[in-house]
């Protein structure tokens, strides 16, 4: 025990100075980005200094305009990723439980995980027309995936050593799952539910690229169409920042979460 | 507690069918075990043991005969059975004194659960630990604590496939004696598989030897069983204990001059 004690004293040091490393990286591709952008290789229109982003970033923040791109993107992405993690969760528990849905289900399943993101958007249009449904449903569709692959292989390969205590002590169907199958399962699917989130950022920018009036993918787009080089880099930069927001967020509710049992 | 239960083989026999070939295992086992008699199995590895076991248990059924505890027969998973198994098998996400109540029969609920499982606890001496965490536990510790669980369910029949095979010399002396005293105190009838023979000589009432046919496509069956004289607990250097045990280890195929027989 006084071991452990020793460690965790020590650990807030070190834990801070391997964080600081991290930071190290932007800053100096900040610093590289500066001096490209000075060198003359590429034009302003091509590559705006650091500044010209920060500029357009007051500018669009200032009208009010950025947030509400940013509002609306971060909305799709968070009821799309809970309908997708519900799915998810929902019918990667049945093919994990179940042989004959694994048998029935998983091909199918495979086969509509291998369509690209993109391929989706003309139907999604036709079908749900050019609200927010589709973009949601889009989202929805990328956050489904990996948190249903990650769930349904995590309870099929649970220690077969455990599953069998839980039967030798009566534990069956339901109460076999609450007591030892869900439990052994949640650290993969904690971590496949920070996938799921991931890649819900990554359908979101298809879905508003291809047919929206707001949001970051628009921004993207429409910056594109205006010319606006800066503007495009800060929806990169900004788009970058929110992904790793919410993934951070989501890391931290796992640690406390996997911490509480440990 | 509940009253020590009575176990009874009759004409069992088990095969399994691995790849399209027919597998005899066990064949004609008929052995009747009293309330409150310990009986160790003993035999080489691989000779069905602990498929005899976990037909008791009930996680595994008989392809010929019937295994009944007090006259009833046992169909699916045996409620007045507990199995304590090679490894502890703990659920590391659940402290000790939540992995003993796992053992606890369905419907004990409350401050009753409470006390039986903290009385276990302190039976196996680990009361100081009830809440630590499997991994913070030395692998005596552990099986202890899985002992504990299997004594929670107030068990008829206590079955212990090889529980302290895995365990340091002395580690395995003490748990030995410990058990010894646990069965002293709940009385309850014990099965216990070990390819030890001073383990078997220590601990048990009957030796019942398993070993192959003369034919070794038959299946094993009981080769001898072996009443041990004198009352437990026994002396450890016995004289009389240590013929038994040279006639044992020859049955075995072991000679005590240190060659192995044709």
């Known amino acids: ?262 | 507690m509940r009253e020590p239960a009575g176990l009874e083989f009759s004409g069992v026999g088990r095969a399994f069918t691995v790849a399209g070939r027919h597998r005899q295992v066990l064949a004609g086992i008929d052995l009747t075990v009293a309330p409150g008699e310990v009986i160790a199995l003993l035999g080489p590895s691989g000779c069905g043991k602990s498929t005899l076991l976990r037909l008791a248990a009930g996680l595994d059924s008989p392809t010929a005969g019937a295994v009944s505890v007090d006259g009833r027969p046992v169909r699916g998973i045996e409620p007045r059975c507990a199995v304590v198994f090679q490894e502890p098998r703990l659920l590391p996400w659940r402290t000790l004194f939540r992995n003993v109540a796992y053992g606890l029969p369905r419907g004990v609920t409350g401050a009753p659960a409470r006390q039986e499982v903290e009385h276990w606890l302190s039976v196996v001496g680990l009361d100081a630990f009830a809440q630590h965490r499997p991994r913070q536990l030395s692998g005596g510790m552990a099986q202890r604590a899985a002992l504990a669980r299997a004594l929670a369910r107030r068990p008829g029949v206590l079955l212990l496939d090889e529980p302290f095979a895995a365990l340091d010399a002395l580690t395995r002396l003490r748990m030995q004696d410990l058990l010894a005293e646990v069965q002293r105190e709940a009385g309850t009838t014990v099965l216990l598989v070990t390819h030890d023979a001073d383990e078997a000589l220590h601990l048990a009432d009957r030796i019942v030897l398993l070993g192959p046919s003369e034919d070794p496509a038959a299946g094993s069956s009981i080769r001898l069983v072996l009443p041990v004289p004198g009352a437990r607990p026994r002396d450890r250097g016995d004289s009389t204990l240590a013929e038994l045990r040279a006639s044992l280890l020859s049955e075995l195929g072991v000679n005590i001059h240190g060659r192995i027989q044709a």
């Open chain 1, 1 to 262: 025990m006084s071991l452990t004690e020793e460690r965790t004293a020590v650990a807030p040091k070190r834990t801070a100075a391997r964080r600081a490393v991290g930071v190290v990286l932007p800053l100096l591709l900040l610093g590289v980005w500066q001096l490209l952008a000075g060198s003359g290789i590429y034009s302003p229109a091509q590559l705006p200094p650091p500044g010209e982003v920060a500029s357009a970033f007051g500018e669009l923040a200032g009208r009010g305009e950025l947030w509400h791109h940013i509002a609306i993107s971060t909305q799709r992405v968070l009821i799309g990723f809970a309908l997708g993690a519900v799915l998810g969760l929902a019918l990667g528990g049945l093919v994990g439980l179940s042989r004959t849905a694994n048998a029935a289900l998983s091909p199918t399943v495979q086969a509509i995980r291998a369509v690209p993101s993109l391929a989706w958007v003309p139907l999604l249009l036709l079908w749900l027309g050019v609200g927010e449904t589709p973009k949601i449903v889009l989202v929805a569709i990328g956050a489904f995936f990996p948190v249903y692959a990650t769930v349904s292989a995590a309870l099929t390969h649970v220690d077969s050593h455990l599953t069998e205590v839980g039967r030798a002590y009566g534990r069956s169907g339901l109460r076999l799952v609450a007591t030892v199958l869900f439990p052994a399962a949640t650290p993969a699917i904690l971590s496949g539910l920070r996938l799921g989130l991931a890649q819900g950022w990554l359908f979101l920018v298809a879905a508003e690229l291809i047919a929206s009036s707001m949001g970051l993918g628009f921004l993207l787009i429409d910056s594109q169409n205006t010319g606006r080089t800066d503007v495009m880099l800060l929806a990169i930069v900004l788009l970058a920042a929110l992904g790793k927001l919410t993934d951070t967020l989501l890391g931290f509710a796992e640690t406390r979460l996997l911490t509480a049992r440990r």
